[in-house]
């Protein structure tokens, strides 16, 4: 099957820089990809990384590592707008999985 | 303007009670997706659709039923026998790289 791990919480301060890890198994891998949800919305793409490597993109990257099937989400120049929940998403051969998601809490 | 559209966006059901959320995309994509999402969790898969006329069963799809169609839509059926139904459903479409979400249905059982 498919899994995504992801920490539940974590906490920054406003003007840092943060990363957000994600595991993963799979026996089919198309990609990794970066959602944000504000709380009440809907989920927003962020980043996608189907190569090795750091993918940029503004304040935001994200990096795979196929061999590891290990990923990150960094956030620099942190702003309080900033404070949502952050999902990283597994694409397979024909879907798309979901971590649990990781809560950002930023502190001013 | 292209997007995907889920209506309504609450909605109060009766226990014992089917009730269908629709979900419409303009993208012309092929992929379509339903989750569920409880408090605090993440997306869990409930059905997905590659290709009008046929679908697939996600993680959770007991109590759930859908249909495609259309390639535009995928209306997702909550019927009674779904044991815990209150919950926030998400609709999205997907390209090869990314995923577009309505902006979801608030479903609650009274």
């Known amino acids: 099957g498919q899994s995504l791990e992801q920490p539940s919480e974590v906490t920054a301060v406003e003007g840092a820089i943060v990363q957000i890890n994600c595991t993963y198994q799979t026996s089919g891998f198309y990609g990794l990809s970066w959602y944000q949800q504000h709380d009440g919305g809907a989920p927003t793409f962020l980043s996608y990384n189907a190569l090795d490597g750091l993918e940029e993109t503004g304040r935001f990257s994200s990096f795979l590592s196929r061999s590891d099937s290990y990923g990150y989400l960094l956030l620099q120049e942190l702003q309080m707008k900033d404070s949502a929940s952050y999902f990283c998403?597994?694409?397979?051969?024909?879907?798309?999985?979901f971590g649990k998601g990781t809560r950002l809490h930023i502190l001013p | 303007d292209g997007g995907i559209t889920q209506s309504p966006k609450y909605l109060f059901r009766k226990e014992g009670q089917n009730v269908t959320l629709s979900c419409e995309q303009n993208l012309n994509h092929d992929a379509m997706y339903w989750y569920r999402q409880d408090p605090g969790q993440g997306l869990r898969l409930i059905y997905y659709s590659q290709i009008v006329n046929d679908f697939q069963k996600g993680d959770i799809a007991e109590g759930y039923s859908v249909s495609r169609e259309k390639k535009e839509s995928f209306p997702l059926t909550v019927t009674s026998a779904q044991k815990n139904p209150t919950a926030f459903y998400l609709c999205?479409?997907?390209?090869?790289?990314?995923?577009?979400f309505g902006q979801g249905t608030r479903l609650t059982v009274v």
């Open positions: 999205a479409s997907s390209n090869d790289i990314e995923a577009f």
């Open positions: 998403a597994l694409r397979g051969e024909d879907k798309i999985i």
